[in-house]
């Protein structure tokens, strides 16, 4: 069972544009929704995080935005260059346990074309 | 940057064989965490600790095993490898303080001929 789901699966824009990346969820116990970038061979890091009790958050070029009611939010990234080329994955926690386990999206691949 | 590394990075062996990959963190984080992931798939949790000699099996069932005797240290071992087991392992550690961030290995890449 798939508890965030994350769409689309790949994007492909021009250089300045603002690719969107939306996830949904239905477990209403998540309070912390991250955004992780990974680059080929890498780890993924963590690029930006908002709590349900805020509607967006910006940082840099990377706002999210979200939508409690609807049980989504999403990733905007202004101005994208072709170095933000990598796969973006959303991922929400339930604030129960001591570990405090992330339940990850699909990942969306994106391609910023120069 | 985070201080977390994984050996080996790219690992080809034979069915059968035992097999154990490497994590290990400079921060002194408590939290660490196993996750296998399928190439443009989710990230699935298939072990976490929460500290030294706990150990607990995360939502994706694995025939691996795991051990935390030290702090820094989060090996995964595969007794019998088989071509199913075929996958990205990524290793991971969070702090106490801040527990929602974690930071991951670069992975170890690992074909199971």
């Known amino acids: 069972q798939q508890q965030v789901k994350q769409s689309p699966q790949s994007l492909i824009v021009q250089k300045g544009g603002i690719p969107i990346i939306n996830c949904a969820y239905e477990n209403t116990a998540f309070d912390y929704f991250p955004w992780y970038q990974q680059f080929p061979g890498k780890g993924p890091a963590l690029l930006i995080a908002?709590?349900?009790?805020?509607s967006e958050k910006k940082e840099g070029r990377f706002t999210i935005s979200f939508n409690k009611s609807a049980k989504q939010f999403s990733l905007h990234i202004m101005d994208s260059q072709p170095g933000d080329s990598a796969t973006y994955f959303c991922a929400a926690r339930v604030n129960s346990g001591s570990a405090r386990q992330l339940t990850f999206g699909s990942g969306t691949q994106l391609t910023v074309l120069p | 940057e985070a201080d977390i590394y994984q050996t080996p990075r790219y690992l080809v062996i034979g069915t059968g064989k035992k097999i154990t990959l490497e994590c290990s963190q400079t921060?002194?984080?408590?939290?660490m965490y196993w996750y296998q992931q399928d190439p443009g798939m989710e990230l699935h949790l298939i072990h976490y600790?929460?500290?030294?000699?706990?150990?607990e099996k995360g939502d994706l069932s694995s025939e691996s095993t795991v051990s935390r005797i030290r702090t820094e240290h989060f090996p995964l071992t595969l007794e019998s490898a088989r071509p199913s087991h075929t996958s990205q392992y990524l290793c991971a550690s969070s702090d106490r303080a801040r527990q929602e961030t974690q930071y991951f290995g670069p992975g170890t890449r690992l074909l199971v001929l």
């Open positions: 600790s929460y500290g030294v000699n706990s150990t």
């Open positions: 921060m002194g984080h408590d939290k």
């Open positions: 908002i709590r349900p009790d805020v």
